[in-house]
């Protein structure tokens, strides 16, 4: 009997993975974890179908997590330096939106910077959003588009520096936290890889309003426990000043007559 063998090809690497792939790769070297927790949100989904604006989730969980992060200055911190390691702390956040963009007919993840969105109102904050959802991407991911041309192993060992960095450009170019989330698909993205201290995933919110929210998070500078933690605070926000402000939310005059 004569066997086939496959035909095999081959086609250069897409340019949209380069990013992707530096991150997946720095991660390696990073023990993280994940702690999950499952949340009961149904009066957060309620004061969000009451509210004049649309505010998607994204949106709530980033300025909740960016609140509590604001209480926990451990949730703002890395390790920093190469041969004396220190605790290097942000005074703000900056978040980053794992984001994903059809690009030449292929679905490419982004990464949006969102800056204090602990002090930005949430239709502000879903406004940025949408921002990066819906502008040309050589527009509002000029950066990392630069970033990608440079050759891979450049490309990792600016990622790398820019890690162990205590300069203040260190939080503008990789965060203090991210955000990753499949919810939007219907399913749970429990484990990334992530070079900050801390990325927060959700799924979709079930019949009876309970939400299963995940942080990763580097053990080398906190404990489980200070996680757990830290997810139990973020229910209580979510439930508390996050519900509040949805409530409170009003369409500009135009917004409300259309």
């Not at 023990?31 to 949100?41: A, E, G, H, K």
């Not at 508390?240 to 135009?254: D, H, M, Y």
Request: include cysteine; hydrophobic fraction near 45%; charged fraction near 20%.
């Amino acid at each position: 009997m004569n066997h086939l063998c496959p035909t095999i090809t081959t086609s250069p690497l897409p340019a949209g993975r380069g990013c992707v792939n530096d991150i997946a790769t720095l991660a390696l070297d990073i023990p993280l974890f994940p702690v999950d927790r499952l949340m009961w949100l149904d009066a957060v989904a309620a004061a969000r179908r009451e509210a004049e604006v649309r505010i998607g989730w994204a949106a709530i969980f980033l300025k909740a997590y960016a609140l509590v992060a604001g209480e926990t200055p451990a949730l703002r911190s890395w390790l920093a330096g190469r041969f004396r390691q220190r605790l290097a702390t942000s005074s703000e956040n900056m978040a980053v939106l794992a984001i994903n963009r059809g690009d030449g007919g292929d679905d490419r993840l982004f990464f949006a910077r969102l800056a204090r969105p602990e002090s930005t109102p949430l239709p502000l904050l879903q406004e940025s959003i949408d921002r990066f959802l819906t502008r040309p991407v050589d527009e509002v991911f000029k950066r990392q588009l630069q970033l990608e041309g440079v050759p891979g192993w450049l490309r990792r060992t600016i990622l790398r520096w820019n890690m162990l960095s205590t300069s203040p450009k260190r939080v503008t170019r990789i965060g203090t936290f991210t955000l990753s989330t499949l919810a939007g698909f219907s399913a749970t993205n429990r484990f990334h890889p992530t070079i900050c201290t801390t990325s927060l995933s959700y799924g979709p919110l079930d019949g009876d309003g309970r939400c299963l929210v995940t942080v990763i998070a580097d053990h080398r500078v906190l404990d489980g426990v200070a996680v757990a933690k830290s997810l139990a605070r973020l229910e209580e926000v979510l439930a508390t000043r996050i519900a509040t402000e949805l409530r409170n939310v009003r369409a500009a005059p135009g917004e409300a007559a259309a």
